[in-house]
Antibody
Framework: EVQVVESGGGLTQPGGSLKLSCIVSGLTFSGSYMSWVRQAPGKGPEWVSVIYRSGNAYYADSVKGRFTISRDNSKNTLYLQMNSLRADDTAVYYC??????????????WGQGTLVTVSS | DIQMTQSPSTLSASVGDRVTITCRASQSVSDWLAWYHQKPGKAPKLLISKASKLESGVPSRFSGSGSGTEFTLTIDSLQPDDFATYYCQQYDSFSVTFGQGTKVELK
């Protein structure tokens, strides 16, 4: 059974930082593209970042320069370092496996999400 | 970014109804389109990929069709577990995008 478990969310002030973690089991983590997808209250999901097997990483324009995705294949763990947080970063953040054809991917396994709230 | 527009935003239906949700892309995405549904407080669940490929374990009452800019998700004989919000997602471009959602509620 595939399990995806996020942690690290919480309340932080504008300009603050948080680091999310995601532990994956039941699939070949090192062979998978992994992604962060967020969902603001009452909105549709929004792709945030993806990291390839190679370690190459890509970001949505809205977070580029502020967020950093990384992975530790020895621990089957995905990370998202979030700096310079803004109120509009408030959302549930999901860790998801990205699968598909080359760089064209959808998301087949998702975690339960971790809530990030940015407010003074 | 490619914009995805779903209609309707809300759909009221009864158990046993056949329902159809439409998703339109602002430019062609070929058949690189996925459908998900989401229950309150839960993560999205993948239903269909490549516009019409039913994922393993998804009931056959779900079907997807379309290509280019217009896609549909059809649920034959709506079941109580199907009341949820449905999202389409294009993955033709590097920056994948989702629709705003269609809530299927009990009439």
């Amino acid at each position: 059974e595939v399990q995806v478990v996020e942690s690290g969310g919480g309340l932080t002030q504008p300009g603050g930082s948080l680091k999310l973690s995601c532990i994956v089991s039941g699939l070949t983590f090192s062979g998978s593209y992994m992604s962060w997808v967020r969902q603001a209250p009452g909105k549709g999901p929004e792709w945030v970042s993806v990291i390839y097997r190679s370690g190459n990483a890509y970001y949505a324009d809205s977070v580029k320069g502020r967020f950093t995705i990384s992975r530790d294949n020895s621990k089957n763990t995905l990370y998202l370092q979030m700096n310079s947080l803004r109120a509009d970063d408030t959302a549930v953040y999901y860790c998801a496996r990205a699968t598909g054809t080359g760089p064209l991917y959808f998301f087949d396994y998702w975690g339960q999400g971790t809530l990030v709230t940015v407010s003074s | 970014d490619i914009q995805m527009t779903q209609s309707p935003s809300t759909l009221s239906a009864s158990v046993g109804d056949r329902v159809t949700i439409t998703c339109r892309a602002s430019q062609s995405v070929s058949d690189w389109l996925a459908w998900y549904h989401q229950k309150p407080g839960k993560a999205p669940k993948l239903l269909i990929s490549k516009a019409s490929k039913l994922e393993s374990g998804v009931p056959s009452r779900f079907s997807g069709s379309g290509s280019g800019t217009e896609f549909t998700l059809t649920i034959d004989s709506l079941q109580p577990d199907d009341f949820a919000t449905y999202y389409c997602q294009q993955y033709d471009s590097f920056s994948v995008t989702f629709g705003q959602g269609t809530k299927v509620e009990l009439k």
